[in-house]
């Protein structure tokens, strides 16, 4: 969790620099959900994620010297530096995409799930997405795609409170995301999102029901994003107070309470989050020195189908 906030936290302080290009959506607040459902999986399987992708990204197992140079648009990106912020892939640990589209994430998951139940694997397929995602059609049609065919999948609703700057609430009819998916027939999960032990308890059963065979489980993980909906935005739509509120609950230091009872010292918890803010500080400026790439390579990665006239009429 240090990792993912001082890598956010270096992201930010270089867009602006004007190094990173683009849009950044921070999920600063919202650690214990990657971390916690991330910890669960093994490297072979696989994950989609959001536009608010780079913790999930970072949890699975992804290099962030690799992710940064993908912001900064440099040589060495875990895209080559095409895919930004909100298109991070890496499939060498699994991670086969964040997604700039709200819900599009889904189906692809739910396709990559059904390849593997057709290959007979035992790879698992993750999938989260934020609360926003629940009514857009592509929810519903993956959601029960991944029913219907008891497909090895696991759906991971990120609730942070707000569609971009719109409160959830104002705008989802029912019971919310666990709801909906229920009326599937999949067994749904809720949780507090900014308790890590509490997310790793639930994320594992859920695993482990998917991986045995069980069919699709979803997991809403109730957080709270401490910044705007982008690293731009100054969420004016919100009160202070309820800002400050959650700043209270965050999921840093909560598990360090639960750490302090288990006999791990102040200093010991200093040094984690000193450690990573270090390491990420330097992994920044390593970004910053890396060549930008050869411009040729704007034309590899792109698959030419020929003439659609030619191919359509």
Same mark, same amino acid.
Do not use: Y
């Given at each position: 969790m240090h990792r993912i906030r001082a890598f956010e936290e270096e992201a930010i302080s270089g867009q602006k620099e004007g190094l990173v290009l683009g849009a950044i959506h921070p999920s600063i607040g919202q650690e214990a959900v990657a971390a916690g459902v991330c910890g669960n999986l093994e490297t072979a399987d696989l994950m989609l994620s959001t536009h608010r992708g780079h913790g999930h990204t970072l949890a699975k197992g992804a290099d962030p010297l690799a992710m940064m140079r993908e912001l900064y648009g440099r040589q060495g990106g875990t895209c080559g530096g095409k895919g930004g912020s909100m298109h991070i892939a890496d499939f060498g640990v699994g991670m086969l995409g964040a997604n700039g589209v709200v819900g599009a994430n889904i189906p692809i998951?739910?396709?990559?799930?059904?390849?593997?139940?057709?290959?007979?694997? $035992?790879?698992?397929?993750?999938? !989260? &997405?934020?609360?926003?995602?629940? +009514?857009?059609?592509? &929810?519903?049609?993956?959601? +029960?795609?991944?029913?219907? &065919?008891?497909?090895?999948?696991? &759906?991971?609703?990120? *609730?942070?409170?707000?569609?971009?700057?719109?409160?959830?609430? *104002?705008?989802?009819?029912?019971?919310?995301?666990?709801? $909906?998916?229920?009326?599937?027939?999949?067994?749904?999960?809720?949780?507090?999102?900014?308790?890590?032990?509490?997310?790793?308890? #639930?994320? $594992?059963?859920?695993?482990d029901a998917v991986r045995a065979g069980k069919g699709p489980r979803f997991l809403t993980c109730h957080t709270y994003r401490m910044t705007g909906h982008t690293s731009v935005d100054p969420a004016a739509y919100?009160?202070?107070?309820?800002?400050?509120?959650?700043?209270?609950?965050?999921?840093?230091?909560?598990?360090?309470?639960?750490?302090?009872m288990a006999g791990v010292e102040d200093a010991q918890l200093a040094?984690?989050?000193?450690?990573?803010?270090?390491?990420?500080?330097? !992994?920044?400026?390593?970004? $910053?020195?890396?060549?930008?790439?050869?411009? #040729?390579?704007?034309f590899t990665d792109v698959q030419d189908m020929g003439d659609p006239r030619e191919r359509a009429f």
């Open positions: 998951a739910t396709g990559a799930a059904h390849a593997l139940k057709l290959q007979g694997s $035992r790879q698992i397929v993750t999938c !989260i &997405f934020g609360d926003g995602a629940v +009514n857009r059609g592509p &929810f519903m049609e993956g959601l +029960n795609w991944a029913r219907v &065919f008891d497909l090895p999948v696991l &759906f991971v609703c990120e *609730d942070n409170n707000f569609s971009a700057t719109t409160r959830t609430r *104002d705008m989802t009819g029912g019971a919310g995301a666990g709801a $909906r998916a229920e009326s599937l027939g999949i067994e749904a999960t809720e949780v507090d999102g900014n308790d890590l032990v509490a997310v790793d308890a #639930a994320a $594992r059963a859920a695993i919100r009160p202070a107070t309820e800002v400050e509120e959650w700043r209270g609950n965050d999921p840093i230091a909560r598990i360090e309470v639960a750490l302090r040094s984690l989050h000193r450690d990573e803010a270090d390491a990420m500080a330097q !992994i920044a400026r390593s970004a $910053r020195e890396t060549d930008w790439p050869e411009a #040729a390579g704007a």
